[in-house]
């Protein structure tokens, strides 16, 4: 038989399967037989050895399992080794999930590196590369993805035997999202489901959502649709839903997500404000989601897993046991971070540098809080050639790149599916604005030593931004707003030899990382640095442009002052969780049990499961969220019902009663269920303001002339900035509002007081101040005393429960010192916020008097209470308004 063709070309030969070990007995023994290239790994730490044994001998079988690598400690490889054993030993097709491409990407190569066979299947499923495929099919590859290709409609990757979570902790809005549909105001769909709702929304809600944008419109004002209404209304709204078209770019998205809430829209929640209605379950229904439940073992990789249940409610799992970060780890931290909070800086010694006393607006003129002035971040920034600029949203991130006059060309993004942030890294200069970027990006080594974060990341959708400002439950969110500051600011020190300069600005991030008890939660490697960064940046400004020149070159100044006294501050720190997180983590099964039976309609389950939260749920901290938990049981316990008398009908009235009492110093709960017999003012506090009004109205406003001449008068001192005039402002204000309304005699007395029997509020108006500048200690501890003084006048002990003081000021920035000294019911408005409560009172009075003729006695009162409500002005929406802001942190 020759061996050679034709041509005396050696012939191809049939390939024969290498033999292969059966695989190692663990993952840390497979480690050490991985064909690495020279650019892989060539020792494990210690605490991925030992990682990696405590997976191998407790949790080779368990179905759910957690490991908590913090950034910088080889979380990758291990899940890789661990993917890789399981390929071998267990013969499993592994799929390893990412939330992004570029860290799929990345992913691939670390795994190149290690010897690990890895293929890459991002993007969709007709452009893989079949070859690629079936190395994953037949199990000699494991597949490197993208979360989306596990969470969605029709996965192609649902043979999986073994599914890894990389960044577990990022995951809420990546698997959620499958399950949650936006409805922007562009489209036709967004007028329509007001149509579709009828009669469930009152129609002055739709006036304000559907109205052109003007100075009355407040993009911040969200709402929850009732349970009930939806449940009446399903056909109507999937007959408006079903009009998304996917063949159409725009609409494409909105019809497959429709396609996956289509059978099961009444157990939605249904947000709307003003930019777009957001459905969705409150806890994604991954349970029915075969390509996730089918694997005979889950594994989730997470830099932070957190305390309050984070990941169980991100992935609608129970029962996830946990592997916790190596206890050494925490004070070692993954390289060095000089934390710059500009606004803090005391006024520059050398006239030359730039001060920050330049303000952005917005067309209204008020100071848009998420920009940052120029001057001093902007010579910050232009230390370095390549900067990061993190923000909340895209609005923010364009005014910034705006504000510091950033060229076009040197800009870049993340948006690009394909190319990620390659570009910007290949780039020799440039800045790369990643809105609401916090995780999922590696700016390792030299790529970028330079960062900005401006604003809080608070709430990235309506759920949490419904949860956060109506309900006032942020209690709920800090875990995710806390994991979401931590990796932001880990973005530019992916290993332990990285370092950046971290700019930070924004009143509301300054004042969460001011908070003890946020500060210590951290890792006692960031108080640290977080805590040297406070005391360094009330410096001059010039001296903290030379401080962070210092840190950028890592010179011999920043070695001798700044290590020792940050490894100082290591030693003195220590980590302590949260409030109420062990109560939160608690919770979590019964929630994702309750929302289990609501996705399958099982009412009468799912309200009972509710109740189950309801009464687990004591902190006093956490009553906000009780509340909404009563309400969902209430509304499920009606769609259980079969009639007016049923034991579940019963039960739903009960628990209504119950969620208005949880819910007791908010409006959200009347705004989406009040109890029947309620009317708009049933509030006592409200009752009294409407009695007030009335008697103005009657008495000494019976002029239409006078009315005139006051309301005019008081908007004009409210849009000033002289103290005297504004004050009295103030105090016509708060009679308008049918308060008792006036200025507290004696010396450092609140410049108004509103007083009605439940309720009273103080206001110390700082209209004078500039923009720039911190809110001093001064003032907080002034506030502070502010209703004790009040108490003391009218001869009281306390005053009412719920009370608050608020402090009107432009400046936004509050000095760190304070945030913790503040009293829990002492607030920061704008003097924009209280002018627009002046413009509604006014408009509502306009019409009061139109309805006031010939109408008395009770017919005039509820005409009164149903118009204040409508314009948002009773005393408790007044409240709400100006009450969004706490000093300290709810």
């Known amino acids: 038989m020759t061996t050679h063709d034709n041509a005396g070309r050696p012939r191809p030969r049939f390939k024969r399967r290498t033999e292969q070990a059966a695989g190692a007995a663990d993952p840390e023994a497979l480690f050490g037989e991985l064909p690495r290239t020279p650019g ?29 690598l913090p950034t910088g400690s080889g979380k990758t490889l291990v899940g890789l080794l661990i993917s890789e054993w399981r390929r071998r030993t267990l013969r499993q097709r592994v799929v390893y999930a990412c939330p992004t491409k570029q860290l799929a990407r990345q992913v691939l190569m670390k795994a190149n590196d290690q010897g690990i066979p890895a293929v890459l299947l991002i993007g969709t499923h007709w452009d893989w590369d079949q070859a690629e495929l079936a190395r994953y099919t037949r199990g000699d590859a494991i597949a490197v993805t993208t979360y989306s290709a596990i969470f969605n409609i029709k996965s192609h990757l649902a043979d999986a035997q073994t599914l890894v979570f ?13 399950w949650a549909l936006s409805v ?23 006036a304000r959502m559907i109205a052109p944008a003007g100075p009355a ?45 289509r059978a099961n829209l009444s157990s939605c929640l249904f947000y709307v404000s003003r930019s777009e209605f957001y459905i969705r379950p409150m806890i994604p229904p991954t349970f029915e989601h075969g390509p996730f439940t089918d694997p005979t073992q889950r594994i989730y990789l997470s830099a932070t897993l957190g305390d309050a249940g984070e990941l169980e409610r991100a992935f609608g799992r129970t029962g996830i046991k946990r592997v916790p970060v190596p206890t050494a780890w925490d004070r070692t931290g993954s390289g060095r971070r000089f934390f710059v909070f500009p606004e803090l800086a005391a006024s520059p010694t050398d006239p030359s540098i730039a001060a920050d006393d330049t303000e952005d607006q917005d067309d209204a003129g008020a100071v848009d809080e998420q920009v940052p002035a120029a001057g001093l971040v902007g010579d910050l920034l232009d230390l370095a050639a390549k900067r990061l600029v993190l923000t909340p949203d895209d609005d923010s991130a364009a005014k910034i790149a705006k504000a510091l006059r950033v060229p076009a060309n040197e800009q870049f993004t993340a948006k690009d599916a394909d190319t990620g942030i390659q570009p910007f890294l290949e780039a020799d200069t440039g800045t790369l604005l990643a809105p609401n970027r916090y995780d999922g990006m590696d700016l390792a080594d030299n790529a970028c030593r330079m960062m900005l974060m401006a604003g809080l990341p608070t709430a990235s959708h309506l759920q949490d931004r419904f949860l956060e400002t109506k309900l006032r439950a942020s209690a709920v969110l800090h875990e995710r707003i806390r994991t979401r500051v931590l990796q932001g600011a880990g973005r530019c020190t992916r290993g332990p030899k990285d370092w950046a300069v971290v700019v930070v600005t924004g009143e509301d991030i300054l004042r969460f990382l001011s908070r003890d008890e946020v500060a210590k939660s951290l890792p006692v490697e960031l108080q640290a640095e977080i805590d040297f960064g406070f005391e360094q940046s009330q410096e001059p400004a ?92 209430s509304a499920w316990s009606a769609l259980a019902s079969t009639n007016d008398a049923s034991p579940a009908a019963l039960r739903s009235s009960e628990l209504l009663r119950k969620a208005h009492v949880a819910a007791v110093g908010t409006t959200w709960l009347k705004e989406v269920q009040p109890l029947p017999e309620a009317t708009y003012d049933s509030d006592p506090v409200d009752e009294e303001g409407v009695e007030g009004a009335i008697a103005l109205l009657k008495g ?30 103030l105090v016509r204000l708060g009679e308008l509002l049918g308060a008792e309304s006036f200025k507290p005699p004696g010396k450092g ?7 009605w029997s439940p309720l009273w509020m103080t206001i110390e108006a700082k209209s004078e101040q500039k923009s720039t500048g911190m809110l001093s200690m001064d003032y907080v501890r002034q506030s502070n005393t502010q209703l004790k003084s009040l108490a003391a006048d009218r001869d009281v002990e306390v005053p009412p429960e719920g009370s608050v003081s608020i402090i009107v000021s432009p400046r936004s920035v509050v000095d760190p010192d304070a945030v913790p000294i503040a009293e829990p019911h002492v607030y920061l408005a704008t003097p924009k916020s209280v002018l627009d409560v002046a413009h509604d009172t006014v408009r509502a009075w306009k019409e009061l008097r139109g309805v006031a003729s010939g109408v008395s006695g009770d017919v005039l009162h509820a005409e009164v209470a149903q118009l204040l409500w409508k314009h948002r002005v009773l005393p408790t929406q007044v409240k709400e308004r100006l009450c969004r802001d706490s000093v300290r942190g709810s």
């Open 40 to 68: 892989g790994v060539g020792a494990l730490w210690s605490h991925q050895a030992d990682q990696l044994r405590t997976y191998a001998s407790d949790h080779r079988e368990t179905p759910d399992v957690a490991l908590e």
């Open 166 to 178: 990389d960044d577990a902790h990022a995951a809420e809005g990546f698997v959620a999202e499958a």
């Open 749 to 755: 007395r609140a410049d108004a007081a509103w007083v």
């Open 700 to 729: 000494r406003l019976s002029s239409l002339t006078k009315f005139e001449r006051e309301t005019s008068t008081m908007l004009a001192d409210l849009n000033q900035k002289e103290a005297s005039k504004y004050e009295q402002g």
């Open 217 to 261: 419109a407040d993009a911040s004002e969200v709402r929850l649709i009732p349970v009930g209404a939806v449940a009446r209304h399903a056909k109507d709204i999937d007959r408006v839903l079903a009009g998304f078209d996917a063949d159409v770019k725009k609409e494409k998205d909105a019809s497959y997500r429709f396609r996956m809430l």
């Open 542 to 633: 010039d001296n903290l442009l030379y401080l962070a020149e210092s840190a950028l070159a890592q010179d011999e100044i920043w070695q001798e002052d700044a290590e020792p006294e940050l490894a100082k501050l290591r030693r003195e720190a220590t980590r302590v969780p949260q409030p109420n997180v062990a109560e939160l983590a608690g919770s979590t099964a019964r929630e994702v049990r309750a929302w289990t039976y609501a996705w399958q309609q099982d009412w009468e389950s799912a309200a009972r499961m509710a109740v189950d939260v309801f009464e687990n749920l004591t902190a006093p901290s956490l009553r906000p969220y009780r509340a909404l938990w009563a309400y969902l049981g």
């Open 184 to 206: 922007n105001r562009g489209m036709a769909q967004y007028d329509q489901l007001f149509d579709a709702l009828g009669e469930s929304v009152e129609p002055s809600f739709v």
